[in-house]
């Protein structure tokens, strides 16, 4: 059942994380392994509630993952309190790289990753 043609498939994602490559540092290792602790323990009773795509903890992981534990799970946390009822819904991924501005003795500025234009400023 080899290709015929010799075209190339895409590879499918199987996973509900992340697959790229990050580097495996102790702290991203540890809050990427609680977040993935959550996926398969509490996140079952929680239900599938999430206004996001890709949800908040596939969210939290992939920013642990790309920019670390202080940077990205600050990010995780923020992105978690926008996802109320009156807060932010639909596709908010994670940045390939942070700006400048967002630097890590000032987490509160992370708080603005995720907003859409026109949305107030903090």
């Known amino acids: 059942m080899g290709d015929h043609h010799g075209h190339t498939h895409p590879r499918i ?72 009822p009156f807060g932010t819904h639909g596709i908010d991924r994670v940045p390939e790289t942070l700006a400048a501005r967002y630097l890590w003795f000032a987490p509160w500025r992370y708080w603005q990753i995720g907003k859409k234009r026109g949305d107030p400023e903090i």
């Open 13 to 84: 994602q199987r996973g509900r994380n992340w697959p790229g490559p990050w580097r495996k540092t102790p702290g991203r290792i540890l809050g990427t392994s609680l977040v993935r602790l959550y996926q398969l323990t509490l996140s079952g009773f929680v239900g599938n509630s999430c206004r996001h795509l890709p949800t908040c903890s596939e969210y939290a992981h992939e920013a642990i993952a790309r920019h670390g534990l202080w940077a990205g799970g600050w990010m995780g946390l923020f992105r978690i309190l926008r996802c109320g």
